[in-house]
Nanobody, 123 residues
Framework: QLQLMESGGGSVQAGGSLLLSCATSGYSDSTFCMGWFRQAPWKRREGVAI????????YYPDSVKGRFTVSRDNTKNTLFLQMNSLQPEDTAMYYC????????????????WGQGTQVTVSS
């Protein structure tokens, strides 16, 4: 069973940066897709950084383009999310997700989820 664990969340002031990490366990290969999602209070969960299987394309919503960068260490099956110029509207629980089918970008296409790490940005 593939398991995911996020870390790196915390509280920062607007304009600050955070680096989130998502460590995996349960599988030794790197054939699964991974991505980052977030969910703010009273809002639906949304994808914020979802690379394609080969890494040739990454989906970023307009709200984070130019500020968030996703990367993956395939030797350790760890996914990272570098978040810069954070704003209060980035406050949310951030989740890492994975799937072996890599069929799409939305949360419905991801089977495995971490518990999440909280990011709070104050103005």
């Amino acid at each position: 069973q593939l398991q995911l664990m996020e870390s790196g969340g915390g509280s920062v002031q607007a304009g600050g940066s955070l680096l989130l990490s998502c460590a995996t366990s349960g599988y030794s290969d790197s054939t699964f897709c991974m991505g980052w999602f977030r969910q703010a209070p009273w809002k639906r969960r949304e994808g914020v950084a979802i690379p394609s299987r080969g890494g040739g394309y990454t989906y970023y919503p307009d709200s984070v383009k130019g500020r968030f960068t996703v990367s993956r260490d395939n030797t350790k099956n760890t996914l990272f999310l570098q978040m810069n110029s954070l704003q209060p509207e980035d406050t949310a629980m951030y989740y890492c997700a994975a799937d072996f089918q890599c069929a799409g970008w939305g949360e419905a296409y991801f089977t495995y989820w971490g518990q999440g790490t909280q990011v709070t940005v104050s103005s």
